[in-house]
């Protein structure tokens, strides 16, 4: 499975920006999905899941109310709505897959995907 994120860019804080991630599997659906970030001198943290249906989603604290994960099977494509941006959620943007059973809902750990993509920068400027 190949995964291509894109979306990011410049935004001053407060703005909004839709982060896409596409991917090439043709089971789409059996995957389920994530966002993770990894800010300058940081380490990789976890940002929001879905689940394989879509039903269910999990948020890090630090952006529920304000980031929305979402899946259209039908395009292939997650996508991360991201409201109210801070500065510090500046950082690079990682979308990851992993195929599933229908017993898992999300997943939030990193090590628990197979599949990464490149990652897209995110900078709130405040």
């Known amino acids: 499975v190949q995964l291509q994120a894109s979306g990011g860019g410049l935004v001053q804080a407060g703005g909004s920006l839709r982060l896409s991630c596409a991917a090439s599997?043709?089971?789409?659906?059996?995957?389920?999905m994530g966002w993770f970030r990894q800010a300058p001198g940081k380490e990789r943290e976890f940002v929001a899941a879905i689940s394989w249906s879509g039903g269910r989603t999990s948020y890090a604290d630090s952006v529920k109310g304000r980031f929305t994960i979402s899946k259209d099977s039908a395009e292939n494509t997650m996508y991360l709505q991201m409201n109210s941006l801070k500065p510090e959620d500046t950082a690079v943007y990682f979308c990851?897959?992993?195929?599933?059973?229908?017993?898992?809902?999300?997943?939030?750990?990193?090590?628990?995907?197979?599949?990464w993509g490149q990652g897209t920068l995110v900078t709130v400027s405040s």
């Open positions: 599997a043709r089971t789409f659906s059996n995957y389920a």
């Open positions: 990851a897959a992993k195929p599933v059973s229908i017993t898992i809902p999300v997943i939030t750990d990193a090590k628990g995907y197979d599949y």
